[in-house]
């Protein structure tokens, strides 16, 4: 059998945003709608400021308003909450995304749960949450949509299809669990305590990979003519690089693109349609807020 596949999530995330920026100019025209993004940061972590510096980047590039607000690493909990609040009411804001993790003092929680849900664009309110699992419109995660709208591109329809999701997280395991059922799939959810997790594995059709450790789904995991979604990001030590170290997904690659038939690599497959979706999400959320149908 030859190589699987490769998933390239940069020009799929290319291609959505650019889909994404044409909309953005049919509701200008049509209605003067300017989607609005509001970011809120707080401290200074270097990997979040890179990650919502790309975000308010893409989101210009795409026509929409974009604004960013730090609040300092000490900021106090009510401090957080007032700017989301503050948020909540300025109708050229259409979504809303609080940075995370945030500070110990500062109860994550009661945060998300203060944004006005139709705003969550991130969709971890617990009201998305449940509207998404009771199969209502919600605002689901960014990360298992993009895995989603990978899927449908390779696969078409999904109906039937055996699926594996490797993790259980609320951010990423959970909610594509939930999307997969959404499209007809069979769904186990699988994860570091499940028994003989290389069988369970092998039983998929789709496998998405989201577990947080480097490199553990192995080759022979994985049926073959199986289509692998990695949404890992593990940083491992690697002497034959500059930095010393680069990044892995939560796949064996090397060994899943001999027995795939499709699969994402890492970086480069999932990551890019992060800030695509995010960019859909507030699209839409646009839409909704304005009643108004999403462009064609």
Not at 50 to 59: L, M, W
Not at 246 to 251: M, P
Request: glycine share 10%; with cysteine; aromatic share 2%.
């Amino acid at each position: 059998m030859s190589n699987a596949t490769i998933i390239d999530g940069k020009t799929f995330a290319a291609n959505l945003r650019a889909d994404i920026g044409r909309k953005v100019a049919v509701l200008k025209e049509k209605h003067g709608l300017i989607p609005g993004l509001s970011v809120v940061l707080v401290g200074e972590d270097p990997a979040s400021e890179v990650y919502v510096r790309n975000k308010g980047k893409a989101t210009v590039e795409a026509g929409m308003n974009s604004n960013t607000y730090t609040l300092v690493e000490n900021a106090t909990h009510d401090e957080v909450m007032a700017k989301v609040q503050e948020l909540n009411t300025d109708p050229a804001v259409h979504g809303i995304l609080v940075q995370l993790p945030l500070p110990d003092q500062v109860n994550e929680d009661a945060i998300i749960n203060a944004i006005d849900p139709d705003k969550d664009v991130d969709g971890f309110h617990t009201l998305n949450v449940g509207r998404l699992n009771s199969g209502q419109n919600a605002m689901a995660p960014c990360t298992p949509v993009g895995c989603m709208v990978m899927l449908k591109e390779v696969h078409g329809d999904l109906t039937g299809k055996q699926a594996i999701v490797v993790g259980r997280s609320n951010i990423v395991g959970k909610p594509m669990a939930a999307l997969l059922l959404k499209e007809h799939c069979t769904v186990t959810i699988a994860h570091s305590r499940t028994q003989d997790l290389a069988a369970e594995c092998r039983r998929a059709d789709i496998v998405i990979a989201a577990v947080g450790r480097p490199r553990m789904v192995k080759g022979d995991w994985i049926k073959p003519g199986a289509t692998v979604i990695d949404v890992g990001i593990n940083r491992i030590e690697d002497s034959s690089t500059k930095s010393g170290t680069r990044l892995v997904g939560d796949v064996d690659f090397d060994e899943g693109v001999k027995v795939a038939e499709a699969i994402t690599p890492v970086p480069g497959g999932v990551g890019p349609m992060t800030i695509a979706c995010l960019l859909k999400n507030t699209l839409t959320a646009a839409c909704r807020q304005a009643g108004v149908d999403e462009p064609e």
